[in-house]
């Protein structure tokens, strides 16, 4: 399954930043939101994707390391963000990861999760990576949205393509998070206009 939503964003790839998507565009406003007036300078974005969220990351941080497991995603990410202080990786995040560890005093991690199947591994990963007191951002598709059975979705040729997703509960992320040596700071649903339920969910972490 796992190669299979990868080729399904490389086939959004060159789409992904024009069409309408209000849950990428909810995702940027909860991050600039929840990071705004934090201080932090080494950045770790898992699943950057075309890098929505780097553009902004970076006005802050001094370095970034963007990893994704889309090539796709990250060519349109490399013709968009030219920054001396990023760099994109292609990377199958169920494996080791190829950055140093306690290096990072942010990791970011957004839309990325519901195509994971053992959150255990990205949470000790993350734990790895991050200096003592490093801080972890969490935003995902709300539990809620996901057992309504929504799904990230694009047209291709005018065809709808759903990708799969693995279902995770907020306690799913909180647990496997506590359990990594993580802290739970802050958790936040975030809403979309006039829906009758969050469309997102975050999370903001501390490494013990």
């Known amino acids: 399954m796992f190669e299979k939503i990868k080729d399904d964003y490389d086939a959004w790839a060159q789409q992904y930043d024009i069409d309408a998507n209000p849950t990428r565009d909810l995702d940027k406003i909860a991050t600039i939101e929840s990071l705004s007036r934090m201080d932090f300078s080494n950045v770790l974005e898992i699943g950057c994707g075309t890098g929505k969220n780097t553009e902004w990351l970076i006005t802050k941080a001094n370095r970034l390391v963007g990893l994704d497991f889309s090539k796709k995603m990250l060519a349109v990410a490399l013709k968009k963000i030219k920054s001396d202080k990023v760099d994109f990786m292609d990377v199958n995040l169920n494996h080791e990861w190829p950055v140093n560890d306690y290096s990072?005093?942010?990791?970011?991690?957004?839309?990325?999760?519901?195509?994971?199947?053992?959150?255990?591994?990205?949470?000790?990963?993350?734990h790895k990576k991050l200096t003592s007191g490093g801080k972890c951002f969490v935003c995902e598709l709300h539990p809620h949205k996901q057992a309504e059975g929504s799904?990230?979705?694009?047209?291709?040729?005018?065809?709808?393509?759903?990708?799969?997703?693995?279902?995770?509960?907020?306690?799913?992320?909180?647990?496997n998070a506590q359990k990594a040596g993580f802290e739970l700071l802050s958790k936040k649903d975030w809403w979309n206009n006039n829906e009758d339920m969050p469309r997102l969910i975050s999370f903001l972490f501390k490494k013990l």
């Not at 970011?108 to 993350?126: P, R």
């Not at 040729?157 to 799913?172: F, M, T």
């Open 151 to 175: 799904k990230a979705q694009f047209l291709k040729n005018g065809v709808k393509k759903e990708l799969d997703i693995y279902p995770h509960s907020e306690q799913d992320y909180i647990q």
């Open 104 to 126: 990072f005093d942010l990791a970011t991690v957004n839309l990325t999760l519901e195509h994971i199947e053992k959150l255990d591994h990205i949470f000790w990963s993350l």
